[in-house]
């Protein structure tokens, strides 16, 4: 029977089923530090992505003037927004970032309407993106901006997605 069938059957509530996330906690918060940089090619990507905003980016803050979420951080209100987006490449020049470039990093939500703003092809939601893994301190660096710690979500995805997995799929794959 599969896992996802006893499940159903037994209700994941069950004492069993909580031991079983209980004696997987550690494994699986263990796998999440493993996972939570990223490694090899995608650092590799980052990277590359990085150097090309950083050659292609000509400051002029088009796509900062099109986010529409600038409006939800007071720190942005009358923001010079040539100022931000240099603010932005300075972060992803190594430097600390002006506090406008990271509560821009802060509050975007990818919502992509900076993309079509941009008339030099930079992408600049790439570009912000990149900012905010870098001011989270996703890429290994110090923490610049407050992140949303909730370590159990990815321990939940993964429990839920083990319960759902064969046997053979669970041994060959998590
Ligand atoms: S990403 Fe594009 S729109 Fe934004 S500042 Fe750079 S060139 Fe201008």
């Known amino acids: 029977m599969r896992s996802k069938q006893v499940v159903a059957a037994i209700g994941w509530r069950t004492p069993s089923v909580r031991h079983w996330l209980q004696h997987n906690q550690d494994k699986m918060s263990a796998n999440m530090a493993r996972q939570a940089m990223p490694t090899g090619a995608m650092q590799a990507f980052v990277r590359k992505e990085t150097e090309r905003i950083l050659a292609a980016c000509t400051k002029c803050g088009k796509c900062f003037e099109a986010c529409p979420m600038t409006r939800y951080s007071p720190k942005l209100a009358g923001a ?4 931000v987006a240099t ?7 190594g430097g600390e970032g ?7 990093a802060s509050v975007c939500v990818r ?8 008339q030099d092809n930079v992408d600049p939601k790439m570009m ?24 159990d979500y990815y321990d939940r995805v993964r429990a839920f997605a083990k319960l759902q997995l064969t046997e053979d799929e669970i041994k060959n794959w998590m």
């Open 111 to 118: 919502s992509g309407s900076c993309v079509p703003a941009c």
């Open 98 to 104: 002006s506090p406008e470039a990271l509560a821009w």
């Open 87 to 93: 603010g932005v490449l300075g972060l992803l020049n």
């Open 128 to 151: 912000v993106r990149i900012a905010r893994m870098i001011a989270s301190g996703g890429l290994g660096g110090t923490k610049k901006i407050p992140v949303r710690d909730d370590r």
């Open 80 to 83: 010079d927004p040539k100022a």
